[in-house]
C-alpha cells in the first residue's frame, strides 16, 4: 500500500477552546461540526489534527499526545512563536495552553524537539527528522545535566524532577565554565520556575542569565535563547 495518511483523533473540553488556540498557529478549519458530536479538523500544509469534543473534560488528565517529525525544527518554531505574539501579545510559555522551545534531548537519539501542550491538555510533539549537529557531544557536567532535565519536564511533565536535576547542576564549581551553557540552563531554570508557578525565583533566575557576560559571537549563537529569556520576561507578572 502507498499514501496512507494518518490524522490524530485527540480530545478536548471545547471546541471552542482549540480552534483559535492553533488558527494562531497557522492552522485553518476545514471542518467543524456542533452536532450529533463535537468534532473539529484543523490543518497546516500537510500537517492535519482533528478534535471531537467532552463535556466536562478535564485538559489537566489528558493522556493525549502525538508525533510531528519535521525538517525544519527551528523554523515551525519560530512561527508559532510569531503567530502566539500576534494573538495573545506573548509566547505562552505556562500554564495550559503553551509551547516549550526547541532543545536536544537524551531520549530523542539526538533529536532536538518542543511540544506544544494545547487546550485540551495534549502534548503535540516536534521533533526534527534529522539529529542535530551536537547529536553527538559528550559534554558531561551541565550540558548534560539540562538536556536531562529537558527529558523531565518537556517529554514526561515532570518540573520538579528537572528543578532537582538542573539545580544540582548550578550548584556545581564548574558551573560558569561554558558560558553558553551557563546560559541556556539559566533561562531554562527561569521558564521551570513559571512552569511552577513561581514568578519571583523566575525573575532571579532571568536576572542572573542577564549577567553573564557574552562576546559577540557567543550572543549571535544564543539568539533563540535570549528571545525567549524576553518571552519569559513579559510573561512574568508585574513586580
Known sequence: MARETTI??????SLDDVAPFYQALGFQVTHRQARPNPYLALRREDLNLHFFGMPGFD??????SCLVVVDDLVAIHRAFAAGLRAAYGKVLVSGVP???????RHNQDGHSGFSIVDPGGNWIRFVARAATPDADDDRGGLARALRNAVVQADSRG???QAVRILDGALARPD???DPGTHV?????RAELALLLDRPEDARGWLRRAGAVPLDEELRD???DT????ADLTTALPPG
Open 8 to 13: 490524530p483523533l485527540l480530545p478536548c473540553r
Open 98 to 104: 503553551r509551547m516549550t522551545r526547541p532543545r536536544a
Open 221 to 223: 549563537r544564543l539568539t
Open 158 to 160: 515532570r518540573p520538579e
Open 175 to 177: 558551573a560558569a565554565d
Open 184 to 188: 541556556e540552563a539559566l533561562v531554562y
Open 226 to 229: 535570549l528571545r525567549h529569556a
Open 59 to 64: 485538559p489537566a488528565t489528558s493522556y493525549g
